[in-house]
C-alpha cells in the first residue's frame, strides 16, 4: 500500500463521503480526489473536507489516480466507464461499491481499458439516509467487504483492494460475481422488497399505530427508491427467485392459519426463530457488524 498515492471517489453521498473521509483517516499519506455530477454537492463535500480536493471534471479527477471507486447509482457505471476510459492511468486500479456485481464486471471487460484493472467491491455497510452531510470516518469499521473475481481478473491489483478495505478496518471476503448476486439477492435485496411491501399492504391511517416491531422491520424501505430500483433491475433473475422463495414460505404460513393449526404455525415460527439465534451467535463469534 506504499504506492497508493492517490485514491479517486466518483460519487460522494454516503457511502462515497464515507469512503474518502476512511481513506484520509487510514491512510494519511494518500491523497483523495472527490467528484460527483452535482455543483451544489461539490460545494457541501468542500465545505465539508471529506476529500482532499473537489474537482468540477471527472477525466481530471482520475487521470493521475492508482486507484478509482465508483459510489455512484449501479445503472450509470457503463457511462462512467466510457467517460473515464482515456483518462485513467496504465495500471490503475478501478472498483466500485454497488450491491449487484455481475453487469459491472461485463461492463468494465467492455469499456474499460486492457492496461486499467477492474475488482468488484462491495462494503455491507449503509444507512436509509442518503447525501454527503451524513458522511463519516467509522461507516465501514467491523463491516465485511465482498470483493468479486473472475478468471480475467488481475491477482494482484485484487491483493492491494484486500489490504485496502482491510485497512478500513473491515472483514473481506472473495467471491465470484454470480455467487455474490445469487447471495444478496436473498440477504440485501429481499429484505428490501419485502420491507417496502409491508409498508405497502397498509393504510396509513393503519400505520399510525405501528410499534417499534413494525418501524424496525420497514426501516430499510426508506432507502432511495432510485438506488434500489438499479439493485433490482441489474439482478432481476435472482431478486424475482427471492420472491417466489418468500411468497412459498408466506403460503405455507397463511394455510397454517387458515387451517387453525397451532402446531405448524409454532414450528414455523421456531424454525424461524432458531436460524436467526444461530445467525447471530455466528456475527457474534466473527465480530462482524450486525446493524
Request: charged residues 25%.
Amino acid at each position: 500500500m506504499k504506492d497508493l498515492k492517490q485514491v479517486t471517489v466518483l460519487g460522494l453521498g454516503l457511502l462515497g463521503g464515507s469512503i474518502s473521509l476512511a481513506v484520509l483517516r487510514s491512510f494519511t499519506h494518500v491523497k483523495v480526489v472527490g467528484y460527483t455530477h452535482r455543483p451544489s454537492t461539490r460545494a457541501k463535500a468542500r465545505q465539508l473536507a471529506v476529500a482532499s480536493e473537489v474537482v468540477d471534471d471527472i477525466c481530471q479527477s482520475v487521470s493521475d489516480s492508482d486507484l478509482v471507486i465508483l459510489a455512484t447509482p449501479l445503472c450509470t457505471f457503463e457511462n462512467i466507464f466510457v467517460e473515464i476510459a482515456d483518462a485513467l492511468p496504465s495500471g490503475c486500479i478501478v472498483t466500485d461499491v454497488g450491491s449487484t456485481k455481475e453487469l459491472p464486471h461485463r461492463w468494465a471487460d467492455k469499456k474499460l481499458p486492457k492496461n486499467v484493472h477492474y475488482v468488484g467491491s462491495h462494503p455491507i455497510a449503509g444507512s436509509e439516509q442518503r447525501g454527503v452531510e451524513y458522511a463519516r470516518d467509522d461507516l465501514f469499521d467491523q463491516a465485511m467487504c465482498v470483493l468479486t473475481r473472475t478468471e480475467k481478473t488481475n491477482r494482484q491489483a485484487l491483493q492491494i483492494l484486500k489490504r485496502f478495505w482491510s485497512e478500513l478496518e473491515c472483514f473481506v471476503k472473495v467471491m465470484t460475481p454470480a455467487e455474490h448476486d445469487r447471495i444478496f439477492a436473498n440477504v440485501s435485496h429481499l429484505p428490501h422488497i419485502i420491507a417496502a411491501a409491508l409498508i405497502n399492504a397498509n393504510n396509513n391511517e393503519d400505520l399510525k399505530f405501528a410499534g417499534k416491531g413494525f418501524m424496525d422491520t420497514s426501516r430499510v424501505a426508506s432507502g432511495p427508491a432510485n438506488i434500489w430500483a438499479d439493485v433490482l433491475l441489474t439482478n432481476t433473475k435472482n431478486a424475482s427467485r427471492g420472491i417466489d422463495k418468500v411468497i412459498a414460505e408466506l403460503t405455507k404460513l397463511k394455510e397454517a392459519v387458515k387451517g387453525e393449526n397451532k402446531a405448524e404455525i409454532e414450528k414455523l415460527l421456531e424454525k424461524a426463530r432458531d436460524k436467526r439465534t444461530t445467525l447471530i451467535k455466528y456475527k457474534i463469534k466473527k465480530k462482524e457488524m450486525i446493524s
